[in-house]
C-alpha cells in the first residue's frame, strides 16, 4: 500500500539545524511531488514547501526561504526536509505527504521536533 | 500569504448538517479550483477529504461535500456522525504556495 514513513523524533538546542526523513513506498516515488507541512503544539496546519522528485526542484514559503532546505535521494525513495537555525518557535510536528491533483492525499505519520536549551 | 479563515468552531447533534466556511482572496480560493479540506483527529496525521472544490477521494463517504463562491469555500457534512468530530482544515493553492485555514472545532453534541 502506498505509505510514508518518517524518521523518529528529535531534540535539538536553539541554534542547531534538523533533517527528518520522508521514506516512501507503494507507489513511484518520482511522479509526485513531496510536500512538508508543520503543527506547532496546539496551532494549526502551515505550508513549508514542497519537492518534486523527478527534478529535484524545491519551492518554499517565503516565511521559511534561506533557513529551510529539500532534497530527495531517488535511490532509496526518501525526502529529506532540513530546517536551520532553529528556535523555540520550531518546536512543532512535521509532516510529509504525497501531492496527487494538487492535494496531499498521502501523509506521514509526522515527527516530533522539539527546540529547547 | 495570510491562512484563509474559518470559523474556530462548529456544532450539531447527530444526524444534523454543519457547513464550515473557508474565506480566501482571489490570489487563493478564488482564483484557482484548488481547495482541499483535511481532517484531522487529535494526535493524528490529516487526511484528505475534498479536493478540487467538490471531489471525495475513493472511501471518503458521500457526507461530505465541498463547494465553492467566489472567494469563499465551504464543507458540509450531512448527517452527522460521532466519528466526525474532529478539526477541519481547509487548503488553496496559490500560485505555486499552498495556504491552509485557521481551522475548525467540529463538535458533535
Known amino acids: 500500500q502506498v505509505q510514508l514513513v518518517q524518521s523518529g523524533a528529535e531534540v535539538k538546542k536553539p541554534g542547531a539545524s534538523v533533517k527528518v526523513s520522508c521514506k516512501a513506498s507503494?507507489?513511484?516515488?518520482?511522479?509526485?511531488?513531496i510536500q512538508w507541512v508543520r503543527q506547532a503544539p496546539g496551532q494549526g496546519l502551515e505550508w513549508m514547501g514542497r519537492?518534486?522528485?523527478?527534478?529535484?526542484?524545491?519551492k518554499y514559503a517565503q516565511k521559511f526561504q534561506g533557513r529551510v532546505t529539500m532534497t530527495r535521494d531517488t535511490s532509496i525513495s526518501t525526502a529529506y526536509m532540513e530546517l536551520s537555525r532553529l528556535t523555540s518557535d520550531d518546536t512543532a510536528v512535521y509532516y510529509c505527504?504525497?501531492?496527487?491533483?494538487?492535494?496531499?492525499?498521502?501523509w506521514g505519520k509526522g515527527t516530533t521536533v522539539t527546540v529547547s536549551s | 500569504q495570510s491562512a484563509l479563515t474559518q470559523p474556530p468552531s462548529a456544532s450539531g447533534s447527530p444526524g444534523q448538517s454543519v457547513t464550515i466556511s473557508c474565506t480566501g482572496t482571489s490570489s487563493d480560493v478564488g482564483g484557482y479550483n484548488y481547495v482541499s479540506w483535511y481532517q484531522q483527529h487529535p494526535g493524528k496525521a490529516p487526511k484528505l477529504m475534498i479536493y478540487e472544490v467538490t471531489k471525495r477521494p475513493s472511501g471518503v463517504p458521500d457526507r461530505f461535500s465541498g463547494s465553492k463562491s467566489g472567494n469563499t469555500a465551504s464543507l458540509t457534512v450531512s448527517g452527522l456522525q460521532a466519528e466526525d468530530e474532529a478539526d477541519y482544515y481547509c487548503?488553496?493553492?496559490?500560485?505555486?504556495?499552498?495556504?491552509f485555514g485557521t481551522g475548525t472545532k467540529v463538535t458533535v453534541l
Open positions: 505527504a504525497r501531492d496527487r491533483q494538487v492535494s496531499m492525499d498521502v
Open positions: 519537492i518534486d522528485p523527478h527534478s529535484d526542484g524545491a
Open positions: 487548503s488553496s493553492y496559490a500560485g505555486g504556495n499552498y495556504v
Open positions: 507503494g507507489y513511484s516515488f518520482t511522479g509526485y511531488y
